[in-house]
């Protein structure tokens, strides 16, 4: 009981995402994808702060 309302709003999303068009950056797109996007760090890279060097012995 009570869940009418809160169907109802996902049942109006669900369809809205279903039948409005979006506008999409596909260029955008492939740069995500591609993994070109300025200002991501890529995950082999090291990340080294001063601040992050006195926690080293409670991480450990």
Partial sequence: ?????????????ARELKYS????????????????????RRSDERYDDASDDEYDDYRR
Avoid: C, I, P, Y
């Fill in 1 to 13: 009981m009570g869940r009418g309302r809160a169907k109802a709003k996902q049942t109006k999303v």
């Fill in 21 to 40: 068009s979006h506008n999409t950056d596909f260029d955008a797109l492939q740069r995500e994808l591609s993994g070109d996007s300025d200002g991501v």
